[in-house]
């Protein structure tokens, strides 16, 4: 094996081919994000069932709907500056810990308030593997792939949408909702022997937390020479490569535009998300029929994640957030149109229609979010990656706890109209358009180049 002169990981991996070693990582991150979907989609898919056994109206229920997603965004932000402080291998382990245990927990719960702690308890795991998990699949890859690759893994919580959408009510029916969330927890568990077993922290973290004969070692692992590591640089540090909080001023206006983009991203996604089984069985759908929407609307959103990293890779970040907050506009308020106007017992061509403009939603919001991880992974400097990242995420769980506790009380609102909750909706969809106005650190489009290494 070779010497070369000193140089940045990113550097070093600039030319050469992906490594058997970093398409095991991505997968094993592709998983923690699948199993997200699973745990942040299965109560609102099973939330019919839960709501009779409780007795309790939609809008008291909000508050077991949201637990877990403030409990995932104070995982998210706490996990991702764990993940900066002690590596992303064993934040990840110990986030599927206390994520798996929680998710058998809340099986067993009583009533509204111990179903709430239960999935505030199980959130908090799975936002920190959230964070680190994008952020070490991210180190690993060489820039021109990684745009395309987070957006890509951002599929992974779609499909869990679409696993949980096909099997959740079909195990509920057949055993019970309790004993479908033991299966699941019992299942995320597994997570952590391949987690411990499989990742390793990248080089550049190693780096920066002053590991560099460790860090030139997992180096070798993905290159066929030894190089003399130097620091990441990027241009929110000034190309210095030196260490930065999340939020240090040079940050102010990337963190102001995700703040607001991703809140309202969120909004959007968790509303129809969580609430569409409910009203659809309200508008005269089968349980099974409301929950093909949802696996649908997991499909349409594993394409339009694809898509995003294509389309950033191509015309930049600002061109395709707007474009996405003018798509889920119009979807959002036809949708609602179409909703509202069901017949008392609808036809299966109404049906069609409505389950086809929840899919078209799904891929718009779902390209939102997948674009809103591209930026977050471009936008801010590896010495606070996975803290910003985590920052992110803690910020959009605004719009998804919103979302989550006061969509039951927008549709009681309605006294059986669904206008207040999709008004709600399409506002935050115009809303989605600030990252585009806001957001100073952009990915710029292919033909013009990127300032500096990420």
Not at 11 to 27: G, N, Y
Not at 126 to 151: C, H, K, Q
Not at 208 to 229: H, N, S, W
Not at 368 to 375: E, F, L, P, Q, S
Request: charged content about 10%; aromatic content about 10%; proline content about 4%.
């Amino acid at each position: 094996m070779g010497s070369s002169a000193a140089k940045t990981f990113s550097e070093a991996l600039a030319s050469k081919p992906m490594r058997r070693f970093q398409w095991i990582t991505v997968l094993v991150c592709m998983l923690v994000l699948v199993s997200d979907g699973i745990d942040m989609q299965l109560l609102g898919i099973l939330a019919p069932l839960v709501i009779d056994e409780f007795g309790v109206d939609r809008g008291t229920f909000g508050i077991a709907m949201s637990a877990a997603l403030v409990g995932f965004g104070l995982g998210a932000w706490s996990g991702g500056v764990m993940g900066d402080r002690v590596g992303r291998r064993y934040a990840l382990a110990l986030a599927a810990v206390i994520f798996g245990l929680g998710t058998i927990a809340a099986g067993q719960a009583g009533g509204v308030g111990s179903m709430a702690f239960w999935r505030l308890v199980s959130g908090i795991g799975f936002g920190a593997a959230y964070a680190n998990a994008l952020t070490m699949a991210g180190e690993w890859l060489p820039d021109r792939l990684r745009p395309i690759a987070v957006s890509t893994l951002s599929v992974g919580t779609p499909i869990g949408g679409a696993v949980v959408g096909w099997v959740a009510p079909a195990l509920a029916e057949a055993y019970s909702w309790r004993s479908t969330f033991l299966f699941f927890g019992i299942a995320t568990l597994f997570l952590i022997a391949i987690i411990l077993l499989v990742l390793r922290d990248s080089p550049s973290f190693l780096l920066a937390r002053g590991k560099k004969a460790e860090a030139q070692a997992m180096a070798r692992r993905v290159l066929d020479e030894d190089i003399d590591l130097l620091d990441e640089r990027h241009h929110a540090d000034g190309g210095t490569g030196g260490a930065i909080g999340v939020l240090h001023r040079s940050n102010l206006r990337m963190n102001v535009g995700v703040c607001i983009s991703f809140t309202a991203c969120a909004l959007v996604a968790y509303g129809i998300l969580n609430w569409s089984t409910t009203f659809l069985t309200a508008a005269g759908f089968s349980l099974p029929e409301a929950g093909n929407s949802v696996s649908v609307a997991g499909i349409t959103s594993m394409i339009a994640c694809v898509a995003a990293g294509l389309l950033c890779r191509q015309f930049g970040t600002k061109f395709v957030m707007s474009g996405i907050s003018a798509t889920l506009f119009i979807s959002i308020v036809t949708l609602g149109f179409f909703v509202e106007t069901l017949s008392p017992i609808p036809t299966a061509t109404e049906k069609f229609v409505v389950v086809s403009l929840i899919g078209a939603a799904a891929a718009a919001f779902s390209g939102g979010i997948a674009t809103m991880y591209v930026i977050m992974t471009h936008g801010y400097p590896p010495s606070c990656r996975s803290s910003g990242i985590g920052f992110g995420i803690f910020m959009s769980r605004v719009g998804a706890v919103s979302a989550s506790a006061f969509g039951g009380w927008l549709l009681d609102l309605g006294n059986g109209s669904v206008v207040p909750f999709f008004t709600v909706l399409a506002i935050g969809a115009i809303l989605v358009s600030a990252a585009s106005f806001i957001v100073d650190h952009h990915m710029p489009p292919a033909r013009r180049p990127v300032p500096l290494p990420a």
